[in-house]
């Protein structure tokens, strides 16, 4: 009888020690999901592996829609059509650079225009480091006060440095950077970058004149 009542007790603990077991919660544990697919997603999200295509560049040697002009003889113009789609063309070597100084024409004339937009995208893309006026001062090179600033590389004046280059070899320069200038093919579009050669040419005095100048003689005209 005693046997029997160990074995009887026995059952009884293990029946309990089972069940603390099976029963036990962490308290931590949110406890179970009775619809999984509800509290983890199975649709596509951003930066996460489950999302293929979030991130994706975009297809090599393809144009983004509207990108080009809508100036049907600037779509016509091989250096229009080549620029937009550069880096398919032109490789980032000095060959490639003198090869598009030779067979790349800016579709833009100095302009006023032209040169107002040059200005606008140059101001915040070029002047931090080349300067206002192209002299290799801007603010990363020497601060409002005189003294050297943050960045070592100063720019050379552009009146020095663009008189023997051609366009295209200047538009190469923008768009792949040259020394320790980055590139500015992925936040500067092709039709400003040309505008942009425009620009800097004129603050160099390459344009024959100039645009600027008559603009600003047209200014002071009006003040008197």
Same mark, same amino acid.
């Given at each position: 009888m005693e046997s029997q009542n160990k074995k009887f007790y026995l059952k009884i603990g293990v029946a309990v020690l089972v #069940?603390?077991?099976?029963?036990?919660? %962490?308290?931590?544990?949110?406890?179970?999901?009775?619809?999984?697919?509800?509290?983890?997603?199975? #649709?596509?999200?951003?930066?996460?592996? %489950?999302?293929?295509?979030?991130?994706?560049l975009p297809v090599a040697n393809t144009i983004s829609r509207h990108a080009l002009p809508s100036d049907e003889l600037y779509q016509k113009e091989k250096s229009v059509i080549y620029s937009y789609n550069y880096t398919r063309f032109y490789q980032n070597n000095d060959t490639d650079k003198a090869k598009a100084g030779a067979e790349l024409k800016n579709p833009y004339e100095p302009s006023e225009a032209v040169l107002a937009r040059g200005k606008v995208v140059y101001d915040k893309q070029c002047a931090i480091c080349h300067g206002e006026k192209g002299l290799g001062n801007g603010k990363l090179i020497i601060r409002e006060d005189g003294s050297e600033g943050a960045y070592k590389a100063i720019p050379p004046a552009y009146a020095d440095?663009?008189?023997?280059?051609?366009?295209?070899?200047?538009?190469?320069?923008?768009?792949?950077?040259?020394?320790?200038?980055?590139?500015?093919?992925?936040?500067?579009?092709?039709?400003?970058?040309w505008k942009v050669v425009c620009y800097i040419k004129e603050l160099a005095g390459l344009n024959g004149g100039g645009a600027l100048a008559s603009a600003a003689l047209a200014v002071d005209s009006t003040k008197k």
């Open positions: #069940a603390a077991f099976l029963l036990y919660k %962490n308290p931590k544990s949110p406890g179970s999901i009775y619809a999984p697919d509800m509290a983890f997603s199975r #649709a596509y999200e951003t930066y996460t592996d %489950n999302n293929p295509r979030g991130t994706m440095r663009l008189a023997p280059m051609k366009d295209g070899e200047i538009f190469h320069s923008i768009t792949y950077g040259k020394n320790l200038m980055g590139p500015h093919k992925s936040h500067v579009k092709a039709d400003d970058r």
